[in-house]
């Protein structure tokens, strides 16, 4: 059975004068007033901007679909070709 010991706040080994409790809550109060910091100093896009933004999303995508359906389509025909089912 292990020895069993109590703690000696003299020493400062077991027993600390400041719990862990309040430093993390300390910690997190200081990580969210400097969130709110940083936030004030970020530029958010316009409307305009967005909406244009997703346009060109939209029509890069349908344009790189249509380029790997055609190349996708082509190598079935080059395959089929090949193989003969």
């Not at 020493?11 to 940083?38: D, L, Q, T, W, Y």
């Not at 790189?64 to 190598?75: R, S, T």
């Amino acid at each position: 059975m292990a020895e069993h010991r109590s703690p000696k706040p003299v020493v400062g080994g077991s027993n600390p004068s400041c719990p862990a409790v309040i430093i993390m809550i300390g910690r997190i109060k200081k990580f969210f007033r400097e969130v709110v910091v940083e936030m004030k100093k970020v530029t958010w896009p316009s409307y305009h901007e967005v909406l244009g933004s997703t346009i060109v999303v939209i029509i890069t995508s349908l344009f790189f679909a249509v380029i790997v359906g055609v190349f996708d389509l082509f190598l079935e025909k080059v395959l089929f070709f090949i193989v003969g089912r």
